[in-house]
T-cell receptor
Framework: AQRVTQPEKLLSVFKGAPVELKCNYS??????LFWYVQYSRQRLQLLLR??SRESIKGFTADLNKGETSFHLKKPFAQEEDSAMYYC???????????FGRGTSLIVHP | EAGVAQSPRYKIIEKRQSVAFWCNPI?????LYWYQQILGQGPKLLIQ????????DSQLPKDRFSAERLKGVDSTLKIQPAKLEDSAVYLC????????????FGEGSRLTVL
């Protein structure tokens, strides 16, 4: 069975500090990993996906198959990054993304 | 383009009553999902449709939950009878294809069961 673990419920940092939101997964095949974000009073939306290997709003995430991780990173946090972040996993044989429980990121001024 | 539309946004009912949620996906999106999100947890899939056919409903509590997408566009999720533990946000999402992993979510319908 596929599983996504986000160990931190809450991450609190100051503006300008580096941010790393952790995501670990369990799946034996070739996974596809995603980060979704939900800003206050907005709908859940895709932030980035590992296969595109792009930086969105300064965030990057690298798939580490050896450590089965897909941590989300940003070198300098901004107040507008405050949101709920969800890691999601889709296995090759499934059509359905499985979501982690989410991490609330709060960036203080 | 218009996003995924859901209604109602909020619903309060007593246990054992019934409730229905409606979803209109993005135009042209053949795949539609219903997720349940309980407070403090991530979204959990209830059912996935491809056009008007069910792809996966393995986590749908079929004794009380039902869903349909009769014409392959709009969908309705029904709970009857509701239990206290059904209190959650019900999220509808759609995608252009069934295996993209890129889902477009609605704003959700928040259900409170008293």
């Amino acid at each position: 069975a596929q599983r996504v673990t986000q160990p931190e419920k809450l991450l609190s940092v100051f503006k300008g500090a580096p941010v790393e939101l952790k995501c670990n997964y369990s799946y034996s095949g070739s996974p596809e990993l995603f980060w979704y974000v939900q800003y206050s009073r907005q709908r859940l939306q895709l932030l980035l996906r590992h296969i595109s290997r792009e930086s969105i709003k300064g965030f990057t995430a690298d798939l580490n198959k050896g450590e089965t991780s897909f941590h989300l990173k940003k070198p300098f946090a901004q107040e507008e990054d405050s949101a709920m972040y969800y890691c999601a996993l889709k296995s090759g044989g499934s059509y359905i993304p499985t979501f982690g429980r989410g991490t609330s990121l709060i960036v203080h001024p | 383009e218009a996003g995924v539309a859901q209604s109602p946004r909020y619903k309060i009912i007593e246990k054992r009553q019934s409730v229905a949620f409606w979803c209109n996906p993005i135009s042209g999106h053949a795949t539609l999902y219903w997720y349940q999100q309980i407070l403090g947890q991530g979204p959990k899939l209830l059912i996935q449709f491809q056009n008007n056919g069910v792809v996966d409903d393995s986590q749908l509590p079929k004794d009380r939950f039902s869903a349909e997408r009769l014409k392959g566009v709009d969908s309705t999720l029904k709970i009857q009878p509701a239990k206290l533990e059904d209190s959650a946000v019900y999220l509808c999402a759609s995608s252009f294809a069934p295996n993209t992993g890129e889902l477009f979510f609605g704003e959700g319908s928040r259900l409170t069961v008293l």
